[in-house]
């Protein structure tokens, strides 16, 4: 994945709203929310926790197991993650489906 939200990605990040729980160690677990997911990735948008790019996280996304991700990118209000193990399409399209946002086309 490239450090820049939208340039050339390996796939396309769905908008959803999802809390999910963010494991740093084996005493340090928070809840976050999770703003876009893709099969490589996803944002973290609601956290109070401070991140650190390379940082190596668990999360607990929906009902999958916990997930192993790398922090790629700080920004003020967004923290992007690669997953270490990209996640299978058809288990992106079931969470987009239950935790999709409407998103409204841009206007002129």
Known sequence: MLAEENCDRLAERLPVLLRARCRKSSWHVFAVEIGDLSQG???IVGSSEAFVPGEV????????????A????LREDKVG???RIALKARVIEQIAQAYAMAVKPPQD
Do not use: D, M, N, T
């Open 81 to 83: 993650v690669e997953f």
């Open 70 to 73: 790398e922090v790629r990118w």
């Open 41 to 43: 990735g996803c944002s």
């Open 57 to 68: 996280v668990r999360l607990s996304l929906a009902h999958l197991k916990p997930v192993e």
